[in-house]
């Protein structure tokens, strides 16, 4: 699975201009939505963060705008833990595997706990999400480039340690939604479910190319396609929006199908219509934060073009 090929030159980093790939067209059918409570929720949510010692620059990430485009029926305090929760998990992510587990998540362990006494089957999934999370991100942070995994390793790794099926969980909370069983193990359901997680995370892989290629970077989708298709970067990118695209276009035929089977209840159904407002909330929030372009998110949501640091 390793391949040491790449350790055996010296890297020389130069920046080159490509185009990333128009990962907004393939999300068009997922109709974009926002909750009422994003300005106070998101206000309250990065006072909060400051108060507990978390330091990064929340006004321009905007985890308030992101919670409020997945979550955009929920009431006030279900959007805060919402709101709360993704913070978290974009902190966790920033420090690059540098906090102890749970350390970060703790902070929210009251909140859960409540909702984990109303509805425990619930925060039993939650709870194995959040496992799978931190034994993938482990994973993960154990590669570098000389040792990049095949398409298919990377894919279920990326699912878990992308932290987004614990965002799908709160979808249940923040909609007041109780699945039955039945519903939660269906394997159309979970195919729904993957095909979600994989159109939202390879889209920030594309996205966040933007930041720059070099040794310190995380593996993603690109790195991987790189090596597994022989191609260069600019290649493996334009392949990563056809990915995306196939993943958006796979997502809308299962969701007929699974329209038609029996486990189809009106709680199960709002939860569907929940995995769309991720998909075109989180998508959407990738130009509307400063985490990936900076200040040049409408710049390159109308033309696509960026500046990268690569290595040759």
Known sequence: MCDSSLSQTRPCSR?????????????????????????SVSRASEAWL???????????????LWASLCYPGADLSQLRLGADFLSL????????????????FDLISDRLS???????????????????????RRRLHSLDSTCIPDLETYVDLRRNASGLKMVFHLIEY????????????HPVLKQLTDQACDLIAWSEDAISCA??????SR????????KDRNCSFGSALAYVGTLVKQSADGFLATEREFAACAVMDDDTRRYVRGLRDCIAGSVNWLYETERYLGTKGNEVRAFGWVFVPVLD
């Not at 400051?50 to 308030?64: N, P, Q």
């Not at 909702?115 to 959040?130: E, G, I, T």
């Open 89 to 104: 998990l974009v902190y966790e992510h920033e420090q690059d595997g540098c906090t102890n587990e749970n350390e970060v």
């Open 114 to 136: 409540r909702v984990a006494y109303k509805n425990p089957a619930w925060y039993m999934r939650f709870h194995r999400s959040m496992r799978m999370y931190h034994d993938a």
């Open 174 to 185: 923040a909609g007041g939604l109780d699945l039955p069983e039945r519903a939660c193990s």
């Open 219 to 226: 593996i993603n989708i690109v790195t991987v396609l790189m």
């Open 50 to 64: 400051c108060d507990v010692g978390l330091k990064l620059e929340w006004k321009g990430i905007k985890v308030g």
């Open 211 to 216: 930041k720059g290629m070099t040794p310190s």
């Open 15 to 39: 920046t080159v201009s490509v185009q990333l790939p128009d990962i907004l067209s393939s999300c068009t059918p997922f109709e974009l939505r926002v909750n009422r409570h994003c300005r």
